[in-house]
């Protein structure tokens, strides 16, 4: 981590630290994150008694989609790769 990004991450500015072992981010540091996550699996929860069954190919579509919107938050709101 630079000396910008640690100034950042201590600041609280990052919502998703780092993974230290392993590639990606973790849980979440702050709780504007944990908002995002609940967010998200509410909107994935929610309508799966109705898009489950005969339209199992368009909840999957629209779980693929939504899981692209979470990577695209965290990837904006958390701790840069290296």
Do not use: C, N
């Not at 910008?4 to 540091?29: A, M």
């Not at 702050?30 to 898009?51: E, K």
């Not at 199992?56 to 779980?63: N, R, T, V």
């Amino acid at each position: 981590m630079s000396d910008s990004d640690q100034k950042d991450f201590l600041r609280g500015t990052w919502w998703f630290p780092l993974r230290r072992h392993v590639p990606g981010w973790g849980l979440p540091v702050r709780w504007q994150g944990w908002v995002v996550y609940a967010v998200y699996f509410t909107l994935l929860i929610g309508p799966a008694p109705i898009l489950h069954g005969r339209f199992m190919a368009y909840f999957l579509g629209y779980a693929f989609l939504l899981t692209l919107g979470l990577l695209a938050v965290v990837a904006a709101k958390g701790e840069p790769l290296r």
